[in-house]
C-alpha cells in the first residue's frame, strides 16, 4: 500500500507535491492512452530495477528521483507504436534517465545550488526524437504547427486552457485536462489559480501580441507557461497578491522563451517539450537566491496553502527579518528613548534604544541626584547582547558630572560587536575604563563586557545600545528586536520592539526548568486521552509521542503519522510546524501551547497558531485561499499566562476579518521533570 | 501652656560621650509614622502598640531585589518567616515575588496556609520530623537537609513513595565569620560535605539540586558573602565534574544587617551597615566569576532583618519615672523585654513622641514586668518626660512580633499603615479569652472555694 502511494507520488511530482489523489488522477489520464501510460510504467520500472540493483537495494521509492523516467515514457508512448524495438529503447531510455537525473541533479546542486527539474526528460526525449523522427501526423503536439492541430472551442478559451493540463501528460483530451483542474481544485486552490494565470498569461500574449500567427487555434506549448507559473507561485514564492502579479510577468517570458525554442528546435522538427519551463524557472531560481526577498520560501511543504501558513506563521511569531539579541543588562531598566525619538535617536540613527534604572518611585537616583553615585545605573554591569568579535573599543574619556555633556566625542566609550549573522551592535556612554575585552576578542552571548557610564553625549548614566550595517560612524542604523524580554505588565515578547516609557528585563530562565524542557531524541511520553462531552465518555486510549529528527536535522514529535516540529533556541520552547490529520493528539499540543519561555517567572505572552491548526473548520484551505490575497484576512491568536512555576493557561481566538469565529481555553501542568504532565481543553 | 515643674539635676560631663557622631537629642521629637500621628494611634488603639509601614516594606524589598538583579539575573528572595510571620507581612512580601522560607512544621502550614505553593517553599531548619518532611515532600519543597538522621528519613520517604525527592544540603564553612555557625548543616572544609554527596548518589534515592549556607545574622562583612559564595559554587562545580550533577541553585542565607545598632559597635549604623548595593556588587560580580553564560544557577537569600526591620515601630508609653540609688533617671515603660527580647544585642534606637525641651540624661529604661532582667535600654540620653509621653523604638520590625511572649501581659495590637496612609489592623490584641482558650483546667479543680 504505502509504495503504491509511492509511486503515485511519483505522478504528482510533476506538479511538485506528493498527493495521493492528484497522483491518481494524473496516472489515471495517462492510460486514457494505453499506450502512453503502458510506457510511463515501463521506463519506470526499468529505472527502478536497474537503480536498485546498481545500489543493491530494494524497495525504496524516491519519488522526486523518479519522475524524469516516467515522462520519458510517456513522451515515446505518446509518439511511438508499440513495438519490440521501440519497447527496447523506452527500457534504455528510462534507465539512462534516473542516470541522468541523479548525475544532473549533482552536478547542479554542486555547482548551482539548483535541482534538475525535468532537464533529464527534455535531454532524453529530445535524443530519442532525434534517433527516431516523428512520422505520425496526429503526434505533432511537439512539432507544433496550429495548422495541423485540432483545436478544441470552449468559451473563454477553456478548451485550450484544459488542453494545455492535458498536454502536460501528453494528451490532447480537453476533458483530461478538466479532470486534472479538478483534482488541482481539490489538491490546491493556490495551483489552480497559477495555472490559469499562466495559461492566460501565454493565451493573451499569443492571441493578441505575438505577430507570426494570427489564428484562433491555442498553442499546446502553453503548459510550459502553467508549469513555470505553478512552481514559481507556489514553490518558490509565498502566494499573496504581489506574487501573483510576478507570476503574470514570469509567465510571458516564458512565453518569449518558448517562442525561441520553438523557432531553434523546428528547424530540426522538434518539439520544445518542457525545455522553455527549465530555463526559465532555473533562472528565476538562481535570481531569487541572489537577492534577499521578503517573498521568497525557503522550504516547500506540498501545498502553496501550507506554505502561505507556514510562512505567515513563521514571519510573525519569530521576526526572523530583523536583527535580534538579548538586553544587554541584568535587572530591570527604564526605556529613556526608543527608535525614533524626539531627543537624539533620529535619522540615521533612528533606530537605538537608551536605557536607564529606576526605583519603584520612578526615580534614577537614591539619595543626592547631583552625585553620579547615586544614580541607580551607575556601574552597572553592561552584558554583550550576542556572540561575536568585538571591532571597536573606546575606553579612556572621563565620565561627565551629572547634568553637563561632552560634545567631543558624542558616543562616549564604546564598544561594537561584530556579529555573525552580519551587522554591528554598537553600546555607548559606558564608564571610563570599565571595557574588559580588547579588539579582536571574541565574546559569548551574557557576558559582562563593560559597566553603564555617563560619557560622551550623556547628561546621566545611561545604556544606549543600536544594530549597524557597518561599524563607521555614520554607518546607518538598523531595525532590530530585543529577544525573550519581559516588559511592564509582565508580558513577554520572544522578540520585543522596545516602547518608551516601558520597564523591561530580559527573562530569567531557571536550571530546573532547562533540565524540564531538553528533551532528547529517543525521549517518549505516554498520555491518556479521554473525550467527554455533556459529562459522557466519549474516547479513552492510550498515546504515545515519540522525539525524532528528520534528515534535515530538524527534531519534532511524532504520534502515528503527525508530526509536530519544535526546537529550544535560547531558552525559549517552541512548536513550529504540524502535519498531520486534524483530531491526533500533537495538534491539540500545538493549540494548547505554541510556545513556552523556560523560566519560572509570572510572564504572560501572545502567540499566533498557523491557519490549519486552529481553524476547526475543513475550510482551512479556502480561509488560506483568500488569505493569500490579503494577509490579515484570517488570524488565530493565543494567550497564555503563567499561573505557577508548573501551570499556565491558554486561550485561541480565530479570528476571520475582525470577526471572532471559534475560541478555545486550554490548562497546561508541566511535569516536575520532562515536559507536559496533562493539559485540559475546554 | 502651662509649663511643667522639673527638679533641677546636676549632670557629670563625661569624656566618652563627645564624639563627632554625639546621637544626643535635638528638640524635635517622633510625632508622626508615614504620615499618621503617633497621638491617634495611641488613642485609638491604644498603648504599647506595633506599627508596620507597607510603604517603607515594600520600598525595602524592592531595593534588595532590583540591587541584586541589577548584578545578577537570577536571584529570587524567599521571606524567612521566622523574622516576622504575620499573615500580613508575609502576604506583602509575596505579592512582591518573595518565596517562603520555613524552619518548622507550623511556619511550613502557616505558607500553605496563606496560599504559598509548596514549590514555593524552602524548607530549612534542624528539626524536621518525618510527618511534615513526608507532606513537603510531596508538595515538591526545597528541602535542605541540617543533618544526617534527616537524609535517613528522606531516603525512607522517598521508598515509601517510590519516587526521587529533590533535596539541597545546608553547609557550613569557614568565610571569616566569628563565630562560625557548625550547627547547623554539613561542614565543607572538613569533607563532611562531600562525604554526604557520596552517600546520596550511591542510594539513588534523593536527587541533589541544590545546596544552602546561611552564616549568621546582622554580618557586617561583604567579603564573608563573597568567600560563601566562592566556596558553594567551587563544591557546585565539583559536584558537575566528579558526580555529573549539575546543581539547580545556591542559597546564600540571610544575614543581611538592618539599620539597627548592635551592642559593642563604636559607630551608628549608617557608618558601621554597608548599604545593600556594597553586598550585591560583592556577591553578583562573585557570582558571574564562577558561572558561565549557560549555566546560571538560581541563587536565593533568606534575608530576614534587613528587609523586614525598618518598616517596624514599636510606640509604647511611660508608665511612670523614679530616680534609682546611684541617681540615674529610670523610667518604666509599658512594653519590656516580653515585646522585644533583642536587647540583649541591641540597642534599638528610641525617639520621643512629643516635641520637647530642656537637657538630656543618661536614663535607663525598664519594661513592665516584674523581673529584673526587664530593661530595654540600660544607657540612653533624654530629657525629662512625663508619665504618658510616647517613646518610639525603631526599628524593630524583625523577629520582635514572632520572638516575643505572652508573659505577664497581653500581647498588643499590631496595625499596619497602608501606601495610602490608612490603617490597617493586621493582629489584634490579646483577650483574656485567647490566652486562657487553650487551657483545660480539670473538673475537680474548679471546684475551689476561697
Ligand atoms: C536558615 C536561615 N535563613 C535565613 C535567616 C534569616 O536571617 P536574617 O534575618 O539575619 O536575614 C535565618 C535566621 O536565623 C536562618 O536561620
Known amino acids: ?168 501528460f501528453f494528451s490532447t483530451d480537453p476533458w483530461a485536462g478538466a479532470c486534472i483542474a479538478l483534482a488541482l481544485l481539490y489538491h490546491s486552490r493556490i495551483i489552480l489559480l497559477l495555472s490559469l494565470i499562466g495559461y492566460y498569461s501565454g493565451f493573451f500574449y499569443y492571441e493578441f501580441m505575438d505577430s507570426r500567427y494570427l489564428t484562433l487555434v491555442s498553442n499546446p506549448n502553453l503548459f510550459n507557461l502553467v508549469l513555470t507559473a505553478v512552481a514559481a507561485g507556489g514553490v518558490y514564492l509565498v502566494p499573496s497578491a504581489q506574487t501573483y502579479l510576478v507570476t503574470v510577468i514570469i509567465s510571458l517570458l516564458t512565453y518569449l522563451v518558448l517562442a525561441g525554442c520553438e523557432s531553434f528546435l523546428g528547424l530540426f522538427n522538434l518539439p520544445v517539450l518542457t525545455l522553455p519551463f527549465n530555463l526559465v524557472l532555473l533562472c528565476l531560481i538562481y535570481y531569487l537566491r541572489l537577492i534577499p526577498s521578503k517573498l521568497k520560501i525557503y522550504t516547500f511543504h506540498n501545498t502553496p496553502e501550507e506554505n502561505l501558513d507556514f510562512f505567515l506563521n513563521f514571519a510573525t511569531r519569530f521576526r526572523t527579518d530583523l536583527p535580534s539579541f538579548s538586553l544587554p543588562f541584568s535587572g530591570s531598566w527604564f526605556v529613556s528613548q526608543a527608535f525614533d525619538d524626539d531627543i537624539t535617536h533620529k ?298 512555576n508548573y501551570n499556565f493557561e491558554s486561550s485561541g481566538s480565530a479570528y476571520l476579518l475582525r470577526w471572532l469565529i471559534d475560541s478555545f481555553e486550554c490548562s497546561v501542568k508541566i511535569h516536575r521533570e520532562k515536559f507536559i504532565d496533562s493539559i485540559r481543553i475546554l | 501652656m502651662k509649663k511643667i515643674y522639673e527638679k533641677p539635676i546636676l549632670i557629670k560631663q563625661t569624656m566618652g560621650m563627645i564624639n563627632k557622631f554625639q546621637s544626643g537629642f535635638n528638640d524635635q521629637g517622633m510625632t508622626e509614622i508615614d504620615g499618621v500621628k503617633i497621638k491617634d494611634i495611641v488613642e485609638k488603639f491604644g498603648s504599647p502598640v506595633f506599627v508596620f509601614s507597607e510603604r517603607e516594606l515594600r520600598k525595602t524589598i524592592r531595593s534588595y531585589v532590583q540591587a541584586f538583579k541589577a548584578y545578577y539575573p537570577n536571584v529570587v528572595f524567599a521571606w524567612s518567616y521566622k523574622t516576622n510571620y504575620l499573615g500580613a507581612i508575609c502576604s506583602i512580601l509575596h505579592s512582591e515575588g518573595c518565596l517562603a522560607e520555613v524552619v518548622s512544621e507550623f511556619e511550613y502550614q502557616k505558607a500553605k496556609r496563606l496560599g504559598v505553593p509548596g514549590h514555593k517553599i524552602i524548607f530549612n531548619g534542624p528539626c524536621k520530623r518525618s510527618e511534615i518532611l513526608e507532606v513537603a515532600a510531596a508538595d515538591g519543597a526545597m528541602i535542605n537537609i541540617d543533618h544526617f538522621d534527616e537524609i535517613f528519613r528522606l531516603e525512607e520517604i522517598a521508598a515509601k513513595r517510590n519516587k526521587k525527592i529533590d533535596v539541597g544540603l545546608r553547609i557550613n564553612l569557614d568565610s571569616g565569620v566569628y563565630p562560625q555557625w557548625s550547627r547547623f548543616g554539613f561542614n565543607l572544609e572538613n569533607g563532611q560535605a562531600l562525604t554526604m554527596v557520596k552517600r546520596l548518589v550511591k542510594n539513588k534515592k534523593l536527587n541533589l539540586v541544590g545546596v544552602h549556607c546561611h552564616m549568621g545574622t546582622f554580618m557586617l562583612s561583604t567579603k564573608a558573602y563573597q568567600i560563601s559564595a566562592e566556596k558553594l559554587l567551587q563544591f557546585a562545580a565539583t559536584l558537575k565534574e ?209
Open chain 1, 347 to 644: 535619522g540615521l540613527w533612528k533606530y537605538g534604544v537608551d536605557f536607564v534604572m529606576v526605583n519603584d518611585q520612578n526615580e534614577q537616583w537614591v539619595g543626592n541626584p547631583k552625585l553620579l553615585d547615586s544614580y541607580l545605573a551607575y556601574a552597572k554591569p553592561v552584558f554583550a547582547p550576542a556572540a561575536g568579535t568585538i571591532v571597536l573599543v573606546v575606553n579612556d574619556i572621563a565620565d561627565n558630572a551629572i547634568g553637563s555633556v561632552n560634545r567631543e566625542n558624542n558616543w562616549g566609550n564604546s564598544v561594537i560587536i561584530y556579529v555573525i549573522a552580519g551587522y554591528y551592535i554598537k553600546i555607548s556612554h559606558l564608564k571610563k575604563g570599565s571595557i574588559t575585552s580588547k579588539v579582536g576578542a571574541v565574546v559569548e552571548r551574557g557576558e559582562i563586557i563593560a559597566a553603564c557610564g555617563n560619557s560622551g553625549y550623556s547628561p546621566c548614566p545611561h545604556i544606549h545600545i543600536q544594530a549597524m550595517s557597518g561599524l563607521e560612524d555614520n554607518s546607518p542604523t538598523l531595525e532590530f528586536r530585543f529577544e525573550q524580554a519581559v516588559a511592564s505588565g509582565g508580558r513577554f515578547y520572544h522578540k520585543w520592539n522596545p516602547q518608551k516609557g516601558q520597564r523591561v528585563a530580559a527573562l530569567v530562565p531557571t536550571t530546573k526548568k532547562k533540565k524540564i524542557f531538553e528533551l532528547l531524541l529517543k525521549d517518549s511520553f505516554d498520555y491518556l486521552v479521554s473525550v467527554k462531552k455533556n459529562g459522557v465518555q466519549l474516547v479513552e486510549k492510550r498515546e504515545r509521542i515519540e522525539v525524532e529528527m528528520d534528515p534535515s536535522g530538524a527534531v519534532y514529535m511524532r504520534n502515528g503519522k503527525s508530526r509536530l516540529y519544535f526546537d529550544l533556541v535560547n531558552n525559549f520552547f517552541r512548536f513550529y510546524r504540524y502535519a498531520g490529520p486534524k483530531n491526533n493528539i500533537l495538534r491539540y499540543l500545538f493549540l494548547a501551547m505554541p510556545s513556552y519561555p523556560v523560566s519560572d517567572e509570572r510572564i504572560w505572552w501572545k502567540d499566533q497558531l498557523p491557519i490549519g491548526i486552529g481553524f476547526k473548520v475543513w475550510w482551512s484551505g479556502l480561509i488560506l485561499f483568500l488569505t493569500s490575497f490579503y494577509r490579515n484576512f484570517a488570524r488565530n491568536e493565543s494567550r497564555l499566562s503563567v499561573l505557577d
Open chain 1, 1 to 168: 500500500m504505502n509504495n503504491i502511494k509511492k509511486v503515485l507520488y511519483i505522478y504528482s511530482e510533476i506538479f511538485f507535491t506528493d498527493r495521493f489523489v492528484l497522483g491518481l488522477v494524473i496516472a489515471g489520464i495517462t492510460f486514457l492512452d494505453f499506450k502512453t501510460g503502458f510506457f510511463g510504467v515501463l521506463t519506470l520500472v526499468s529505472a527502478y530495477l536497474f537503480h536498485s540493483f546498481v545500489f543493491d537495494r530494494f524497495g525504496i521509492i524516491e519519488p522526486h528521483y523518479f519522475y524524469n523516467p516516467l515522462l520519458v515514457g510517456l513522451s515515446i508512448g505518446a509518439h511511438y507504436p508499440l513495438t519490440l524495438p521501440i519497447l527496447f529503447l523506452a527500457l534504455l531510455a528510462g534507465i539512462l534517465t534516473i542516470i541522468l537525473t541523479i548525475v544532473l541533479g549533482h552536478a547542479l546542486r554542486q555547482i548551482f545550488g539548483l535541482s534538475a527539474l525535468s532537464l533529464p526528460f527534455v535531454i532524453v526525449s529530445l535524443t530519442v526524437y532525434m534517433i527516431l523522427p516523428i512520422f505520425s501526423k496526429q503526434m505533432t503536439l511537439y512539432s507544433f504547427q496550429p495548422e495541423n492541430y485540432i483545436s478544441f472551442h470552449l468559451p473563454l478559451g477553456l478548451g485550450g486552457y484544459f488542453q494545455s493540463l492535458a498536454g502536460i
Open chain 2, 242 to 450: 566528579e558526580y555529573k550533577i549539575t546543581l539547580e541553585y545556591i542559597n546564600l542565607g540571610g544575614g543581611f544587617p538592618s539599620r539597627n545598632r548592635l551592642k559593642g559597635i563604636y559607630l551608628p549604623p549608617d557608618f558601621s551597615v554597608p548599604p545593600v548595593q556594597d553586598f550585591a556588587k560583592m556577591i553578583g560580580q562573585t557570582l558571574h566569576e564562577k558561572t558561565n553564560p549557560h549555566y546560571m544557577p538560581t541563587v536565593y537569600f533568606e534575608s530576614g532583618r534587613a528587609v523586614v526591620d525598618d518598616s517596624g515601630y514599636l510606640i509604647t508609653s511611660i508608665v511612670g519615672s523614679k530616680r534609682l540609688v546611684d541617681g540615674k533617671k529610670a523610667y518604666i515603660l509599658d512594653a519590656g523585654v516580653n515585646l522585644m527580647v533583642t536587647p540583649q544585642w541591641y540597642d534599638i534606637p528610641v525617639k520621643v513622641g512629643v516635641d520637647f525641651k530642656g537637657p538630656v540624661e543618661d536614663s535607663i529604661l525598664y519594661g513592665p514586668l516584674c523581673m529584673n532582667i526587664d530593661v530595654i535600654r540600660d544607657f540612653v540620653r533624654l530629657p525629662p518626660l512625663s508619665a504618658g509621653t510616647p517613646l518610639i523604638f525603631h526599628p524593630v520590625g524583625a523577629y520582635c512580633v514572632t520572638f516575643w511572649m505572652q508573659f505577664i501581659e497581653y500581647r498588643p495590637n499590631i496595625i499596619l499603615i497602608t501606601e495610602n496612609n490608612e490603617i490597617e489592623v493586621i493582629r489584634r490584641k490579646e483577650t483574656l479569652d485567647d490566652v486562657i482558650g487553650n487551657e483545660q483546667v480539670p473538673e475537680r479543680l474548679k471546684k475551689f472555694k476561697l
